[in-house]
């Protein structure tokens, strides 16, 4: 009698810790970028020895980064951003890293060139076992897939594999990322993904 109480106490305390989740969440998201903030702010100080100097500091470049993202959106790309771009492109080595970088982010901010990106699911890391991954590039009958992990999907591994073994479906890279960053409990268009894989496991795959 006193387990079962017990019992069910500790499941009301796990539910209740869980339904504070998101919140605690927003409230490291927000420290995060107030800490940030603040070091930027102190250290700005430190070189104007003026507090209206750094505020003023700060504020133009938070209205450079706002402008520079309506510039984005707006146009598609900044002169800045192509600049910048150019010079990095004649520094060996480096360029690499930088290139490398700005297909990334291209990726995952829905800006890249070479049109939307397709989400699959393959089997990863074992049969039987299936994850959603971003299609990067394909050539041959191989797929070079990008599969994340949960909670952060700019994380992951770098895959090859043949193009039958992967399944398509319609999910677009926001709600691929979406669900990879819920860890799941955002699960949408659960029919579809969960019809593809029933699909894929009773379909012969050579």
Do not use: Q
Not at 40 to 58: C, E, H, I, K, P
Not at 64 to 69: P, S, V
Not at 144 to 170: H, R, W
Request: aromatic share 8%.
């Amino acid at each position: 009698m006193i387990a079962a109480a017990v019992k069910k106490m500790i499941r009301f305390l796990f539910v209740g810790a869980l339904s504070f989740f998101p919140l605690v969440v927003v409230l490291l998201v927000v420290n995060f970028l107030k800490n940030i903030g603040l070091s930027a702010y102190f250290r700005l100080n430190t070189l104007t020895d003026s507090t209206g100097a750094t505020v003023l500091l700060m504020l133009g470049v938070l209205s450079a980064l706002i402008l520079l993202g309506w510039t984005i959106e707006r146009y598609g790309r900044s002169v800045l951003l192509s600049a910048i771009d150019r010079m990095f492109e004649k520094i060996p080595a480096v360029n690499t890293i930088y290139s490398v970088s700005r297909k990334i982010s291209n990726m995952l901010t829905g800006k890249d060139d070479s049109g939307k990106k397709e989400v699959v699911l393959v089997e990863y890391p074992k049969d039987g076992v299936w994850v959603p991954a971003y299609v990067l590039n394909r050539h041959n009958g191989i797929c070079v897939l990008f599969v994340p992990t949960s909670p952060n999907p700019t994380s992951g591994y770098t895959v090859l594999v043949k193009d039958e073994l992967t399944v398509p479906v319609s999910l677009t890279l926001e709600e691929a990322s979406s669900f990879i960053i819920s860890m799941g409990a955002d699960f949408v268009k659960r029919d579809e993904v969960t019809d593809k894989i029933h699909g894929a496991g009773v379909t012969p795959r050579s």
